[in-house]
């Protein structure tokens, strides 16, 4: 995994002028989100790609968390919070509800879908998490059955302040797993 | 930040002593170069800012000359333009057509639609209490529990300025009903009632103007709580009809009420009921029959 990305820096570097990403005072051509954009297509990237042994797809992790509880979802997509006598086990991660509610009453799951006009792009983000975030990662992928190609999950995305942006519309699904485990 | 500052002082040491340690910001494996942060290297990143297209500047520029209008006419003069609808002299499309009639739209009274579904998943919810406040008669608060339009906006479903002129009551997902409520609305379908009613609940239609709802639902607003008008003569046959709508001027409607209040009248109502009923199987005339 090291070395692969190691070696496309070598690569870049071997490349002169506009793609070079040396910090001496010039101005480059591409910002490094267009290089990355531009690398994802590009020939050379994929011939190393072929070198190093071709995509190499992983299984999704083993489930770890089981549900502790059937869910049951409302037309509006809330469920409702594990009764009292049901012991809940101690997650290393945690996924507050939706807060300040009427009547003192329990919130939703903080899990939204997220549509561009066009339809191009449509994402599931989760918000709200605390605790160790890398296990949540790992949880959510066996749960929603993510393989990882080449060492990387193009699939689930980490955005700023947060929160988690899984590829898909996948909110009942995500809603059904957390409520199963007792959020 | 840190970093930083050791890199600044390390340059300067470099400056003065010509042994000066390249250091690196990560501990072990890779060695960066990084350069010092100075003012004169702020600049936005490639693409951040795009150079406006000039127009009339040149040849080469391909917009140079006429600028994109063509040539000579209207539109290629400074200022030159026609007004949306002009068709050169020709009537207008909007002026061929005669005008007609008039809108009565100022005194629509549209209701907000409120389906018994949503009513019941915020009971699930925990944001609607079958516990309501006074109704239209201003009944105690234990004793009374009707659901008003107030307690549906503090429960989340409306919110008062969604509520224009009153609200409807619907029946979609009546299947999930299952919580007996005791509501006051200003309309209702035929299909709510029914379902409101098959499971125990009470349904009843009350006229509310714009003051009214006012006082519903900003009661705060007033110092002192105005009485609640009675519908106009449009809508009276509305809501003193039981049948269709049970409205709260019917005579059923009042009854139930006047029950509730003061619930040791049933029995000399029922009792006079049978008298009357008595009477006009003997007597084919109807004879008075008063009750306390």
Redesign the interface.
């Known amino acids: 995994m090291l070395s692969n990305t190691s070696s496309l820096r070598v690569f870049s570097r071997q490349i002169a002028g506009p793609l070079s990403r040396q910090?001496?005072?010039f101005?480059?051509?591409?910002?490094s989100r267009?290089v990355k954009r531009l690398f994802k297509k590009n020939p050379a990237a994929r011939r190393i790609e072929n070198k190093m042994g071709g995509k190499v797809i992983e299984s999704p992790p083993e489930v770890t968390y089981q549900a502790i509880l059937e869910p049951k979802m409302?037309?509006?997509g809330?469920n409702?919070p594990p009764p009292e006598g049901i012991e809940i086990p101690e997650y290393p991660f945690k996924i507050s509800r939706t807060k300040n509610?009427?009547?003192?009453?329990?919130g939703f799951l903080p899990v939204y879908s997220e549509f561009r006009r066009d339809g191009a792009r449509v994402t599931t983000r989760i918000k709200k998490v605390s605790g160790d975030r890398d296990a949540f990662l790992t949880a959510l992928r066996a749960a929603l059955q993510i393989p990882t190609v080449n060492g990387k999950d193009e699939t689930i995305r980490l955005r700023t302040g947060g929160t988690i942006e899984v590829k898909g519309n996948r909110v009942m699904e995500v809603k059904q797993w957390l409520a199963g485990l007792g959020f | 930040m840190l970093s930083l500052c050791r890199q600044f002082s390390s340059s300067l040491a470099f400056r003065q002593t010509p042994a000066a340690a390249c250091l690196s910001t990560s501990a072990a494996q890779s060695q960066e170069?990084?350069?010092v942060l100075k003012l004169n290297?702020l600049?936005d990143?490639?693409?951040?800012v795009k150079k406006k297209r000039r127009i009339g500047r040149g040849i080469g520029s391909s917009k140079g000359k006429t600028a994109g209008r063509g040539h000579k006419g209207q539109k290629a003069r400074a200022g030159g333009s026609i007004s949306i609808g002009f068709e050169g002299g020709q009537t207008k499309f909007y002026k061929l057509l005669p005008k007609r009639g008039f809108t009565n739209k100022r005194h629509k009274t549209d209701m907000l639609a409120i389906n018994l579904?949503t009513i019941q998943?915020y009971v699930?919810?925990?944001?609607?209490?079958p516990t309501g406040g006074g109704g239209v008669d201003g009944g105690d608060g234990d004793n009374n529990k009707i659901v008003t339009l107030k307690d549906l906006c503090?429960?989340?479903i409306c919110t008062h300025s969604s509520i224009k002129h009153g609200v409807k009551l619907l029946a979609k997902?009546k299947e999930r009903l299952k919580t007996p409520l005791q509501l006051e609305v200003s309309r209702a379908s035929t299909h709510a009632i029914e379902a409101m009613e098959a499971i125990g609940g009470e349904v009843t239609t009350v006229h509310y103007n714009r003051l009214a709802l006012r006082a519903l639902l900003k009661p705060n607003k007033f110092i002192i709580l105005p009485k609640f008008a009675r519908p106009p003569p449009k809508w009276q046959p509305y809501y003193t009809n039981w049948d269709a709508n049970r409205g709260y001027l019917s005579v059923q409607a009042q009854m139930r009420s006047l029950l509730k209040e003061r619930p040791e009248l049933e029995e000399a109502f029922a009792k006079a009921l049978e008298e009357r009923r008595s009477n006009l199987a003997t007597s084919g005339t109807a004879s008075s029959s008063k009750d306390d």
Do not use: C, F, Y
Not at chain 1, 101 to 106: L, Q, R
Not at chain 2, 45 to 48: E, F, K, L, M
């Open positions: 910090s001496t005072g101005r480059d051509k591409h910002s267009q409302l037309p509006n809330w409702p509610k009427p009547n003192d009453a329990v | 170069v990084v350069e290297m600049k990143n490639p693409g951040a579904g998943d699930d919810m925990g944001r609607l209490t503090d429960a989340g997902g």
